[in-house]
């Protein structure tokens, strides 16, 4: 069975940084095609960044030389580094798996950015 | 970068209804589009990919059509269990873009 895990959100000040994992389990991170999506408070889906099974990487013009994506194939996980964190970063993040659409999502972690 | 326009924002019905909802490119997305279903505090669940390929386990009510540019999923006779928010993603492109979300109650 696929399973998302993400941990590490919080309450951080703006300018603070914060590392999000998301453990997997049931298949292998690094054969496969993922991201990160958030949602604000009450508001709709954001995405903010993919990386590919191959390693091409992109992200959301609102994150790009903020956040980092990466991955630990030894630990089955997907990570992403938020440096210079915002208000506006304020959400939940969600991993998820896909084709560049996701199939299979995580229980989401709360980041909240607020001095 | 490809603007996905929803509509309704929020659509009231009743269980038996049949409901549709629209999600309208900004662009030629050649078919390039998911349908997700989100109940509150919970993630999404992707329905539909590739704009009318049912995702497995997803029941037959649901069914997406395209025609140009404009998008439509469709919930044939809706149950008590659909009553969610649902959004559109277009994945033809980056940055990746979901729609405003159409959120279905009663």
């Known amino acids: 069975e696929v399973q998302l895990v993400e941990t590490g959100g919080g309450l951080i000040q703006p300018g603070g940084s914060l590392r999000l994992s998301c453990a997997a389990s049931?298949?292998?991170?690094?054969?496969?095609?993922m991201g990160w999506v958030r949602q604000a408070p009450g508001k709709g889906l954001e995405w903010v960044s993919v990386?590919?099974?191959?390693?091409?990487?992109y992200y959301a013009d609102s994150v790009k030389g903020r956040f980092t994506i990466s991955r630990d194939n030894s630990k089955n996980t997907l990570f992403l580094q938020m440096n210079s964190l915002r208000a506006d970063d304020t959400a939940v993040y969600y991993c998820?798996?896909?084709?560049?659409?996701?199939?299979?999502w995580g229980q989401g972690t709360l980041v909240t950015v607020s001095s | 970068d490809i603007q996905m326009t929803q509509s309704p924002s929020t659509l009231s019905a009743s269980v038996g209804d049949r409901v549709t909802i629209t999600c309208r490119a900004s662009?030629?997305?050649?078919?390039?589009l998911a349908w997700y279903q989100q109940k509150p505090g919970k993630a999404p669940k992707l329905l539909i990919y590739?704009?009318?390929s049912l995702e497995g386990g997803v029941p037959s009510r649901f069914s997406g059509h395209e025609s140009g540019t404009e998008f439509t999923l469709t919930i044939s006779s809706l149950q008590p269990d659909d009553f969610a928010t649902y959004y559109c993603?277009?994945?033809?492109?980056?940055?990746?873009?979901f729609g405003g979300g159409t959120r279905v109650d009663i």
């Open positions: 993603q277009q994945y033809n492109s980056y940055p990746l873009t």
């Open positions: 998820a798996r896909g084709e560049n659409y996701f199939d299979s």
């Open positions: 049931g298949f292998t991170v690094s054969r496969n095609y």
């Open positions: 990386i590919y099974s191959g390693g091409s990487i």
């Open positions: 590739k704009a009318s």
């Open positions: 662009q030629s997305i050649n078919s390039w």
